[in-house]
């Protein structure tokens, strides 16, 4: 059976797409699963989002650090803060390694 131009064009058409989709998914995601992909990328966003937050959490003991100090504060609240500063700073260290542990497991560079 000899297949016309038009059914020819259009399996090349499909594979050429479909070569498309999997080169762009591999490279991207580092899967050709989309589903793999949305929830690796989902659980990667949140772990972002706590480091963000932590990090301005930190930021936020920074500035009241400064503020007890200019105001000459009693020696337990900055030490209080001092700590508090300490703590921000490991927890911020937890999840960088965390972060870059998932964008070493799902094969995607760090943005």
């Not at 580092?30 to 966003?45: D, H, K, S």
């Not at 921000?88 to 497991?105: F, P, T, W």
Request: proline share 1%; hydrophobic share 35%; with cysteine.
């Amino acid at each position: 059976m000899i297949e016309s131009r038009e059914t020819t064009m259009w399996y090349f058409l499909f594979f050429t797409a479909v070569i498309l989709y999997l080169y762009v998914m591999k490279n991207y995601f580092n899967t050709v699963i989309p589903t793999r992909a949305f929830r690796e990328e989902r659980e990667r966003n949140n772990l972002e989002d706590k480091y963000h937050e932590a990090h301005q959490r930190r930021e936020h003991f920074v500035q009241h650090l400064a503020w007890a100090k200019s105001r000459k504060a009693g020696r337990e609240e900055i030490t209080r803060l001092q700590k508090c500063v300490e703590n921000a700073d490991v927890v911020i260290d937890d999840l960088e390694e965390q972060v870059n542990r998932l964008y070493k497991e799902h094969g995607v560079s760090a943005r």
